[in-house]
Nanobody, 126 residues
Framework: QVQLVESGGGLVQAGGSLRLSCTASRRTFRSYAMGWFRQAPGKEREFVAG????????YYADSVKGRFTISRDNAKNTVYLQMNSLKPEDTAVYYCAVHLRDYAIPSPYEYEYDYWGQGTQVTVSS
Protein backbone atom coordinates (compact mmCIF):
# COMPACT_ATOMS: atom_id res chain seq x y z
CA GLN A 1 0.00 0.00 0.00
CA VAL A 2 1.10 3.56 -0.70
CA GLN A 3 0.14 6.66 1.22
CA LEU A 4 0.25 9.99 -0.57
CA VAL A 5 0.14 13.29 1.30
CA GLU A 6 -0.42 16.55 -0.57
CA SER A 7 0.43 19.99 0.74
CA GLY A 8 0.87 23.54 -0.51
CA GLY A 9 -2.68 24.50 -1.35
CA GLY A 10 -4.20 27.79 -0.32
CA LEU A 11 -5.80 31.05 -1.40
CA VAL A 12 -4.08 33.15 -4.05
CA GLN A 13 -5.03 36.04 -6.28
CA ALA A 14 -5.37 35.62 -10.02
CA GLY A 15 -1.96 35.81 -11.66
CA GLY A 16 -0.25 34.41 -8.59
CA SER A 17 1.64 31.18 -8.03
CA LEU A 18 1.51 28.15 -5.77
CA ARG A 19 3.60 25.01 -5.52
CA LEU A 20 1.93 21.79 -4.50
CA SER A 21 3.87 18.86 -3.07
CA CYS A 22 2.94 15.21 -2.80
CA THR A 23 5.06 12.88 -0.69
CA ALA A 24 4.78 9.12 -0.98
CA SER A 25 5.32 6.65 1.83
CA ARG A 26 6.82 3.92 -0.27
CA ARG A 27 10.52 3.66 -1.07
CA THR A 28 9.88 2.20 -4.53
CA PHE A 29 8.12 5.44 -5.48
CA ARG A 30 11.03 6.22 -7.74
CA SER A 31 10.00 3.64 -10.38
CA TYR A 32 6.38 4.81 -10.70
CA ALA A 33 4.62 7.40 -12.81
CA MET A 34 2.73 10.07 -10.90
CA GLY A 35 -0.15 12.32 -11.79
CA TRP A 36 -1.98 15.39 -10.59
CA PHE A 37 -5.75 15.69 -11.01
CA ARG A 38 -8.25 18.29 -9.83
CA GLN A 39 -11.94 18.51 -9.09
CA ALA A 40 -13.86 21.76 -9.07
CA PRO A 41 -17.24 22.08 -7.31
CA GLY A 42 -19.97 20.45 -9.34
CA LYS A 43 -17.54 19.06 -11.90
CA GLU A 44 -15.90 15.73 -12.56
CA ARG A 45 -12.29 15.15 -11.62
CA GLU A 46 -9.94 15.96 -14.47
CA PHE A 47 -6.33 15.29 -15.36
CA VAL A 48 -3.85 18.11 -14.87
CA ALA A 49 -0.33 16.74 -15.35
CA GLY A 50 1.66 13.52 -15.27
CA UNK A 51 5.31 12.54 -15.01
CA UNK A 52 7.21 9.33 -15.60
CA UNK A 53 9.53 7.66 -13.12
CA UNK A 54 12.66 9.56 -14.12
CA UNK A 55 11.08 12.95 -14.72
CA UNK A 56 12.07 13.20 -18.38
CA UNK A 57 8.60 12.50 -19.76
CA UNK A 58 5.79 14.84 -18.77
CA TYR A 59 2.27 15.35 -20.02
CA TYR A 60 -0.14 18.25 -19.44
CA ALA A 61 -3.77 19.07 -19.96
CA ASP A 62 -4.21 21.78 -22.56
CA SER A 63 -5.80 24.06 -19.98
CA VAL A 64 -2.59 24.26 -17.93
CA LYS A 65 0.11 23.86 -20.56
CA GLY A 66 2.65 26.65 -20.33
CA ARG A 67 1.50 27.66 -16.84
CA PHE A 68 1.99 24.53 -14.72
CA THR A 69 5.12 22.41 -14.35
CA ILE A 70 5.28 18.95 -12.85
CA SER A 71 8.55 17.66 -11.45
CA ARG A 72 9.81 15.10 -8.98
CA ASP A 73 12.60 14.45 -6.51
CA ASN A 74 12.98 10.71 -6.12
CA ALA A 75 15.43 11.10 -3.25
CA LYS A 76 12.62 12.75 -1.30
CA ASN A 77 9.79 10.55 -2.65
CA THR A 78 8.07 13.77 -3.67
CA VAL A 79 6.36 15.08 -6.78
CA TYR A 80 5.64 18.78 -7.27
CA LEU A 81 3.22 20.89 -9.24
CA GLN A 82 4.38 24.46 -9.80
CA MET A 83 1.38 26.55 -10.76
CA ASN A 84 1.96 29.99 -12.26
CA SER A 85 -0.37 32.59 -13.78
CA LEU A 86 -3.25 31.10 -11.83
CA LYS A 87 -6.79 31.80 -12.95
CA PRO A 88 -10.08 31.61 -11.04
CA GLU A 89 -10.99 28.57 -13.14
CA ASP A 90 -8.03 26.73 -11.58
CA THR A 91 -9.93 26.70 -8.28
CA ALA A 92 -10.36 23.06 -7.26
CA VAL A 93 -9.25 20.33 -4.92
CA TYR A 94 -5.99 18.97 -6.29
CA TYR A 95 -5.10 15.29 -5.93
CA CYS A 96 -1.92 13.41 -6.61
CA ALA A 97 -1.98 9.78 -7.64
CA VAL A 98 0.46 6.97 -8.30
CA HIS A 99 0.48 4.39 -11.08
CA LEU A 100 1.91 1.17 -9.66
CA ARG A 101 3.52 -0.22 -12.76
CA ASP A 102 7.27 0.02 -13.05
CA TYR A 103 8.54 2.58 -15.56
CA ALA A 104 5.13 3.43 -17.02
CA ILE A 105 4.62 6.57 -19.08
CA PRO A 106 2.44 9.30 -17.58
CA SER A 107 -1.25 8.76 -18.24
CA PRO A 108 -4.20 11.17 -18.29
CA TYR A 109 -6.67 8.40 -17.33
CA GLU A 110 -7.88 8.04 -13.75
CA TYR A 111 -8.28 4.27 -14.04
CA GLU A 112 -4.53 3.88 -14.58
CA TYR A 113 -3.79 5.17 -11.09
CA ASP A 114 -3.84 2.92 -8.04
CA TYR A 115 -3.60 5.18 -5.00
CA TRP A 116 -4.71 8.73 -4.35
CA GLY A 117 -3.94 11.42 -1.83
CA GLN A 118 -6.58 13.16 0.24
CA GLY A 119 -6.44 16.34 -1.81
CA THR A 120 -5.46 19.93 -1.16
CA GLN A 121 -7.67 22.95 -1.83
CA VAL A 122 -6.52 25.63 -4.24
CA THR A 123 -8.64 28.77 -4.43
CA VAL A 124 -7.86 31.54 -6.92
CA SER A 125 -9.66 34.84 -6.36
CA SER A 126 -10.36 37.29 -9.17
Amino acid sequence: QVQLVESGGGLVQAGGSLRLSCTASRRTFRSYAMGWFRQAPGKEREFVAGINWSGDNTYYADSVKGRFTISRDNAKNTVYLQMNSLKPEDTAVYYCAVHLRDYAIPSPYEYEYDYWGQGTQVTVSS
